[in-house]
């Protein structure tokens, strides 16, 4: 082997990479449902597949369980081609969408089901069932069957199952989909628990980007078979790359503008901008826009008129609608009571981050 | 909702349905097995005299029991047909699915007495069967037992039955939700495991009434042994037919039509038990 090769492979190896998607594709006749991803899922990370219906985020995690082939690509992990093993032949086990529980099996058999095909003598299977029933809590309904169980219990008892084999990578498809929302909340933050707990790599898939941004360590925005980004949830909100990505990742406000002489202009907003001159779009947060409260505004900072058209009161926020010569902009300010007529706003030019089309 | 008039004017058809044409029926079956008859006149007289002669002429009880032998087997093996064909259909075929599903359903369409007949043709001493063999130098002269025996009314019987096992099957396997496939499979098991872990139990409520169906059939049919069944291969409705026609005595006809239906009866609380049992929802 070449002191080059063995480098890289030293390299891949000590940075933890625990899954590599190598110029993955997929269709499904003519339909092209995902066209040439390449991702790295590093060891003991929580990643999240984020997208719409339809962006292919099912597709990708399905690839990786075993349920579809890719039509071209590699997927390895640890150092293991993975694409061409059968499902059961991976140490990948997942969570699927609507829990896929065993209806025939009580909750202790539906959790027993990885270790009994696979022949664990009886008294392991006793010891490794009680342990995974005890790690979601779920010990006082091992006998009862899964018809009987909640939303939430069904989930654990899912959980437990798809980690009783000791999986290398956890697979979660939209796991939290069918739950009302409190206690999606509660499982949000019972999963995150779990995950740091047990130390295995999330590869978890959902449509809902507060889910995401709360779960991860990072996300990958899937849109229409494409990697739109992939960051971690803070620097996918500050520095989105693309206008898609700007407003699906949060709220945002979008200024279709020009660049002339170091300043941007976009109607009768103006504030300082490098770049070359010409077209461009820039995405400003509403929570970067506040209410004017100085006399002088400081270096680098806009400083717009706007009247007020609407205003939602949200609890510990309120969500502004205001019209700035035609424009309508999106602020968000703390709580401060009801507000009328024109007001005077600022925002700081680094806030107005370039993005693509 | 409803009033009280448009209630009972809903239900009144199909109360005097089952009344007129189910409930008599038995009843009069019924009572004339308490009946007898007496050089030629039915004779209103109860007595259990019928069922004594049922369960002490052995005649009736071999004929019982050879019916069940051939219902039994018919079952069996309508569902060595009919499974793996519900099984194939419903996982593997894919593209070919409507279309063989059609050509399940197709004999449906056909007369029984038609295939009846195309068996006896099949089958007979002259028949395409054993023309085949005999060119094919395997046999010298027609191999009798081919029609006119048990063997001949099963085979009918298995045709003709097939395709009311294999639906009822078909139709559990295709309410098997595929993600239970996928997620055995997840968890380390190989198609033949997760078929005997998961599609054959979750199937159990389809291949109890497709067996069903076949055994409370077969047990009824009278055609069959008719056509193909000849003297050895008579059945227990051929008795009950000869009963009440050519050997005009009613009562003991009925008495063995109220044990069939007894047998039935039994038969189907029994496997409505079992399904019931065997089903997750």
């Known amino acids: ?357 | 909702m409803y009033s009280r008039a448009y209630k009972t004017l809903v239900s009144l058809p199909p109360l005097l349905w089952v009344g007129l044409f189910l409930l008599l029926p038995y009843a009069l079956v019924f009572a004339h097995s308490f009946w007898a008859v007496h050089d030629g006149v039915l004779l209103h007289r109860w007595n259990f005299e019928n069922y004594v002669t049922l369960f002490s002429k052995p005649v009736y009880i071999e004929v019982l029991l050879r019916t069940m032998r051939i219902a039994a087997s018919v079952t069996l093996c309508s569902l060595l047909l009919g499974y793996p064909l519900a099984y194939y259909l419903s996982f593997h075929a894919e593209a070919r699915k409507e279309l063989l599903y059609q050509l399940v359903i197709v004999p449906l369409w056909v007369s029984y007495l038609v295939r009846g007949y195309a068996w006896k043709t099949i089958l007979g001493s002259e028949g395409v069967l054993n023309a085949f063999l005999q060119y094919l130098h395997l046999t010298h002269e027609p191999v009798a037992f081919l029609l006119y025996s048990p063997f001949a009314v099963v085979l009918m019987l298995t045709h003709i039955y097939t395709p009311f096992v294999f639906l009822p099957i078909y139709a559990a396997l295709e309410h098997i939700p595929r993600s239970l496939v996928e997620a055995s499979a997840d968890l380390g098991a190989g198609s033949v495991q997760t078929f005997l872990r998961v599609i054959l139990p979750l199937s159990i409520p389809g291949l109890l009434a497709g067996a069903t169906f076949a055994f409370v059939l077969s047990l009824g049919d009278f055609l069959a042994p008719l056509l193909v069944g000849g003297a050895s291969g008579t059945m227990i409705a051929n008795i009950v037919q000869s009963l009440f026609g050519a050997a005009y005595d009613w009562p003991l006809g009925a008495a063995i039509s109220v044990c069939i239906l007894i047998i039935t009866i039994s038969l189907l609380f029994l496997s409505e038990r079992l399904e019931k049992r065997w089903s997750f929802k």
């Open chain 1, 1 to 357: 082997m070449s002191s080059a090769a063995n480098a890289i492979e030293t390299a891949a190896s000590t940075s933890g990479v625990l899954l590599e998607v190598r110029g993955v594709a997929k269709s499904f006749g003519a339909r092209n449902v995902l066209g040439n991803i390449s991702l790295n899922i590093a060891q003991g990370e929580f990643l999240t597949l984020l997208g719409e219906s339809g962006s292919g985020k099912t597709t990708l995690l399905r690839l990786v369980a075993g349920f579809e082939e890719p039509t071209a690509g590699e997927i390895w992990m640890s150092g293991q081609r993975l694409d061409v093993l059968p499902p059961y032949k991976r140490r990948v086990n997942t969570v699927f969408q609507h829990y896929a529980l065993f209806p025939h099996l009580t909750v202790r058999e539906n959790v027993a089901y990885g270790l009994r095909v696979k022949k664990t003598s009886r008294a392991q299977i006793g010891g490794r069932v009680d342990e995974a029933l005890r790690t979601v809590k779920m010990q006082e309904f091992a006998d009862s069957r899964p018809s009987k169980l909640s939303g939430g219990q069904q989930q654990r008892v899912a959980l437990a199952r798809a980690l009783i084999n000791r999986p290398l990578l956890l697979l979660l498809d939209e796991p939290l989909s069918a739950l009302d929302a409190n206690l999606r909340k509660q499982m949000q933050s019972e999963l995150k628990a779990l995950q740091r707990e047990i130390g295995i790599t999330f590869l978890f898939v959902t449509h809902d980007q507060e889910e995401a941004m709360v779960l991860s360590d990072r996300i990958a925005l899937l849109r229409d078979g494409a990697l739109e980004q992939v960051a971690s949830p803070r620097e996918i909100y500050a520095h989105p790359a693309t206008a898609y990505t700007a407003q699906f990742i949060g709220q945002t406000n979008l200024l279709r503008g020009e660049i002339l002489d170091g300043m941007a202009r976009c109607g009768a907003l103006e504030w300082p901008a490098d770049g070359p001159r010409g077209a461009a779009l820039f995405s400003l947060r509403p929570e970067a826009i506040r209410l004017a409260s100085e006399a002088v505004v400081p270096p680098g900072t806009a400083r717009f008129r706007a009247a007020l058209q609407q205003q939602f009161f949200s609890g510990a926020s309120e969500l502004l609608e205001v019209n700035c010569g035609g424009q309508l902009l999106r602020v968000r300010i703390s709580a401060r009571g009801p507000l009328s007529g024109e007001h005077e706003f600022v925002f700081s030019a680094t806030d107005a981050i370039r993005v693509q089309e």
